[in-house]
């Protein structure tokens, strides 16, 4: 087995601050994937990497940054901190192929005061 | 923009009952479904897959796709509370693309 572990776990900003999230996988999957998830709503995808150094725009991707340096890791920097993105943060990776399911990390809490 | 509509928003069972859950995407090149299930303060965790016409049967799941009239559903048998989630359908297109669009939920709510 394998775990997903992103960090911080909460993260608390000012408005207009630029928040870093990040995310480490060890089940060795080539594609990682961020969301976000509005008070107990749907996911929404902000950007997903099919391997190192790729990255492919999401619905969501419009304020967010992203970087795949690693296989391992990928993290999402939040560029200007608003108050309306109070969100949860789900990071997933996924083995490569037509049929593999995605593996969720706990998620990153974000407040902004 | 490729969607996942899901319904009903909300569902309320008695423990032992039939829960059923339903989903329909926008777009045809949709050919792979997966049913997730979240526990409050918790990730989504994968609940079953169903990529072919017809129904899939895993213990008290079972799954439903038809791909002609773009819809997939989730039949609960024998509801337990520990049931009571937020369950999300998720589809990927057809071909290389790894992109996967999640609905917005249905909220189960299991009472003993």
């Known amino acids: 087995g394998g775990i997903i572990t992103q960090t911080p776990k909460f993260l608390i900003g000012q408005e207009g601050q630029k928040l870093t999230l990040k995310c480490q996988q060890n089940f060795n999957h080539d594609t990682m994937y961020w969301y976000r998830q509005d008070s107990g709503k749907g996911l929404r995808l902000i950007y997903y990497s099919i391997t190192e150094n790729d990255l492919q725009k999401g619905d969501l991707s419009e304020g967010y940054d992203a970087s795949r340096e690693k296989k391992s890791s990928f993290s999402l920097t939040v560029t200007s901190a608003q108050k309306n993105e109070m969100a949860v943060f789900l990071c997933?990776?996924?083995?490569?192929?037509?049929?593999?399911?995605?593996?969720f990390g706990e998620g990153s809490k974000l407040t902004v005061l | 923009q490729q969607k996942v509509q899901q319904s009903p928003e909300s569902l309320s069972v008695p423990e032992g009952g039939m829960a059923s859950l339903n989903c329909t995407s926008s777009d045809r090149n949709f050919q792979y479904f997966w049913w997730y299930r979240q526990h409050s303060g918790e990730g989504p965790k994968a609940l079953m897959s169903i990529f072919s016409d017809g129904d899939k049967k895993e213990g008290r799941f079972t799954a439903h796709l038809n791909k002609a009239s773009l819809h997939v559903s989730l039949h609960i048998r024998d509801s337990q509370p520990s049931d009571s989630a937020l369950y999300f359908c998720a589809a990927r297109v057809q071909g290389g693309s790894a992109k996967l669009i999640f609905g917005e939920g249905t909220k189960l709510t299991v009472s003993s």
């Open positions: 997933a990776s996924r083995l490569g192929g037509r049929t593999g399911q995605l593996y």
